[in-house]
């Protein structure tokens, strides 16, 4: 299963254009997939649906940018909310 959002793809979205980043940018990639995937109960991949690949990429961007060590969904809450599988 490919990744949802590739490190080209977050760094041309980040508009990054130097590789010192590369390995934080991956694991920020990484931490955010991993948020969302909690989030929705759902394993993503590149051909998941583009309001949940936009949500790992707003979380990685929140989090370089601002520096947020705690990725809150509470900003893609509107982009994920109906890809939630409801767990009894």
């Not at 590789?19 to 929705?40: H, K, N, S, W, Y």
């Not at 990685?60 to 601002?66: F, G």
Request: hydrophobic letters at 50%; proline letters at 3%; a negative charge.
């Amino acid at each position: 299963m490919s990744a949802p959002v590739t490190l080209t793809e977050a760094k041309l979205f980040l508009r990054v254009e130097h590789e010192a980043e590369d390995g934080l940018i991956q694991t920020l990639i990484e931490a955010a997939r991993a948020r969302v995937e909690g989030e929705v109960g759902l394993s993503l991949a590149s051909t998941s649906a583009a309001p949940l690949r936009l949500a790992v990429m707003m979380l990685v961007l929140r989090a370089y940018e601002r520096g947020e060590g705690e990725m809150s969904t509470a900003a893609v809450e509107g982009w994920i909310a109906p890809y939630r599988v409801v767990r009894l």
